[in-house]
Each structure stands twice: as structure tokens, then as C-alpha cells.
């Protein structure tokens, strides 16, 4: 019976145990290059004994970070600094992860620290922000900008771009792809119902709605390598009942699954700015659960997991594959080993030797 430090394995790539590092945007980047705040942030992360080391939200392009201060893989000069990191990561037992994303209606915010003091959410043009695009001219909320209307060429364009992405991702070392489909950014604004209008064939039927998705995984899935994990971050629900549902999530998880997609990382939420969502211990795994029992694909449980046990019942009771944790890891890095204590798994853990005296 697999445990929290039972290995996965999936395609060639086998992680160390079922602990994974939820992508977490740090909004310290200059035009989303990579520093070291991002190679200390997600190396002690892989000291700390995760199995698997997921980088925060990096854009495909300019107008895709979420804020002028997110990562990106836009050019080849990302791809160098990415490959310090991914080289780390891997020498330290920790498989290097990368969420591809685009930020769509949602982008060009401030950062958290900078939102306080700003007058709205929407960063200006000439402060450093930029115009904003999504499937139709719903803006997510009062303060935010109202995004343009793709059109099919320009949906088409954004495509090629995760298609470069993709590339650049797999010179700089990653071994895991995670396509960012959630939380109300461009591709979770397609599915939706609540933030797509369009009339054409990305917008109306369910079909024509998880079209962006299922086009643009293909896309990146020909560019990444066969052998290696490709994984889909979805929004299981909006939690509304005229919203995207976790009936509808089922349905896109197989189609995703025939595209090719080994993994699906079940979050929620995202597209509304005032969803009912019951926030508490462990409150998305039954999205987790559902979706890979009936989808019949693995899948990752992610949010409110804070505690050994809890994380260990989820593998053990096969309530999802994998563990991610967020704001957990914020707090310790060292949490894997911390876990392993209480699950009684000390004796499958890695400490790296420079560290054993103190274990
Ligand atoms: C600081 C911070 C940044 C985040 N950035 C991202 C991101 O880049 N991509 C993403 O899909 N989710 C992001 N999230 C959501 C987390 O990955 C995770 O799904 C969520 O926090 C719930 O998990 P937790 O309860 O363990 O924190 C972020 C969360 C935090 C706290």
C-alpha cells in the first residue's frame, strides 16, 4: 500500500515520495528572469526533502505574468537561469517542476505588498502594466482592466507561444510540466462559463469552451518529451452554480488524459472575485479523489494540508497520488522531514549529510 514516502513514478520520472511543492508566484522578478531569491526560495525546498519542486506561475509571454514581477520564459536568456536551478534542484533529490501559465484578464496586477497602497488592482500602462486579453470583455472585477476580445489569430498566437515555452522549459532542465489551467487565468477563463460569451468555436457548448485547453496541451505535449510527466492544473469548480463544474472537470480530465496528460493537480476557484468557498482542512481532496476515480487518471491533492498524518491518509486511502502544499512549506521548508518524523518514515528519508548532526 503506497504512503506520504512511498517513490512515484510516472513515465521515466520517479519522485523521492508523494510530496510536492505547490507553484508559489514570489513577484521578484525582473522581466521573469530568474534570481536568487528563486534559487535559495526552491532549492531549500529540495533540501527540505520534497520529492518534487513545482516554480510558480511563469508566463509565456510579456502580458501573461499575472505581475510586472512574475516569472517568465519568453526569451532564450531565461532559459540559462532556470538551468542553475533545475541543476540544483536534481542534485539535492527533488524533481525540477515548471507551471506554465498566462495570466490573461488577471494579468498585469499588482504584487500583494504593492496592492496595498495602490488605487486599484489594474498596474497602469505607464507604471509598468500593460493592456490585458481573455476570451471575452468581461473584466474580473471592479478595479481590474477590461480585456480585449481575442481573436482566433491571436488565440492562435498565444498558442505557439506555451509552444516555445515548452521548449525553452525542457532546455532549462525542468522534468515536469504542469500546464496552468486554474484559478480564473486564461485558460480556466475559457472554460468558464461566467468569463467566456463568445459565439464562435472557443465559446458556448462545453466543447467549445475547454477548446483553448485541450488545443493548446496538444500543442505542448508534441514538444515535450514522451517520456517525461505532463500535468494540468484545473479549477475543479467555481463553486457557483451557473459556474464550471466538477461533472464538467471529470469530462475535461479524460479528454485530457487522451491528449496525453499523465497527472491532474485539482484546485478550485479563481474566476470569481466573491466565491462561497469553504475554506478549511483539507477542502479541495474530494475534487482530487472524484476526478481520479472517475476520470481513471492520477491526480494531486492541494490545499489546506498542513499535517503529516492528514497528507499520509490521502496517499494511503489512494485519495490522490501526489500531495501539494503551499503556504505549509512557506512556513518549513523542512516540513517533508518534519512529516516523515510523525509518519514514522524516518528511516526513508534523505538528510543531506551536511545537515545530519542536527537530525
Ligand atoms: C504566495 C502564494 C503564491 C501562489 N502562486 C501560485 C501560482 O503561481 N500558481 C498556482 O497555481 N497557484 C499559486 N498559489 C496557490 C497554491 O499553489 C495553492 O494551490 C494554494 O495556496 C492552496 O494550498 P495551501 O493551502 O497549501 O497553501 C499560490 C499561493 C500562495 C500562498
Known amino acids: 500500500m503506497p504512503h506520504l514516502f512511498s517513490p512515484l513514478t510516472i513515465k521515466d520520472i520517479t519522485l523521492r515520495n508523494r510530496i510536492g511543492v505547490s507553484p508559489m508566484c514570489q513577484y521578484s522578478a525582473e522581466d521573469g528572469m530568474p534570481n536568487d531569491w528563486h534559487f535559495v526560495h526552491l532549492g531549500s525546498r529540495a533540501v527540505g526533502g520534497a520529492g518534487l519542486v513545482i516554480v510558480e506561475a511563469t508566463a509565456v509571454e510579456p502580458r501573461g505574468r499575472i505581475s510586472p514581477e512574475d516569472l517568465g520564459i519568453y526569451t532564450d536568456q531565461h532559459i540559462e537561469p532556470f538551468k542553475r536551478i533545475t541543476a540544483f534542484l536534481k542534485e539535492h ?40 486579453v481573455g476570451p471575452s470583455a468581461i473584466p474580473f472585477n471592479e478595479g481590474y482592466k477590461e480585456p480585449k476580445e481575442l481573436s482566433v489569430e491571436e488565440i492562435k498566437e498565444i498558442q505557439e507561444n506555451f509552444r516555445q515555452a515548452t521548449i525553452r522549459a525542457r532546455e532549462a532542465g525542468f522534468e515536469w510540466m504542469e500546464f496552468h489551467g486554474a484559478h480564473g487565468y486564461l485558460a480556466h477563463s475559457f472554460y468558464s462559463p461566467l468569463s467566456n460569451k463568445r459565439t464562435d468555436e472557443y465559446g458556448g457548448s462545453f466543447d467549445n469552451r475547454i477548446r483553448f485547453v485541450l488545443e493548446t496541451v496538444r500543442v505542448m505535449r508534441q514538444e515535450w518529451p514522451e517520456n517525461l510527466p505532463f500535468t494540468v492544473r484545473i479549477s475543479s469548480t467555481d463553486w457557483v452554480d451557473d459556474g464550471w463544474t466538477l461533472e464538467e472537470s471529470i469530462e475535461l480530465s479524460k479528454r485530457l488524459k487522451q491528449e496525453g496528460v499523465d497527472l491532474i493537480d485539482c484546485s478550485s476557484g479563481g474566476n470569481l472575485p466573491k466565491a462561497p468557498i469553504p475554506v478549511g482542512a483539507g477542502y479541495q481532496n474530494l475534487f482530487a479523489e472524484k476526478i481520479r476515480h472517475q476520470a481513471d487518471i492520477a491526480t494531486a491533492a492541494v490545499g489546506m494540508i498542513t499535517q503529516g498524518m492528514q497528507a499520509d491518509e490521502i496517499i494511503r486511502n489512494e485519495r490522490a497520488d501526489l500531495v501539494l502544499l503551499a503556504r505549509e512549506l512557506l512556513r518549513d521548508p523542512y516540513w517533508p522531514l518534519r512529516a516523515a518524523e510523525t509518519v514514522h518514515k524516518k528511516n526513508e528519508l534523505h538528510i543531506p549529510p551536511q545537515y545530519e548532526r542536527g537530525w
Open 93 to 132: 533529490g527533488a524533481v525540477p517542476g515548471i507551471q506554465l501559465a498566462h495570466a490573461g484578464r488577471k494579468a498585469s496586477t499588482y504584487s500583494p505588498w504593492k496592492e496595498k497602497e495602490a488605487p486599484a488592482a489594474g498596474v497602469p500602462n505607464d507604471q509598468g502594466g500593460w493592456d490585458v
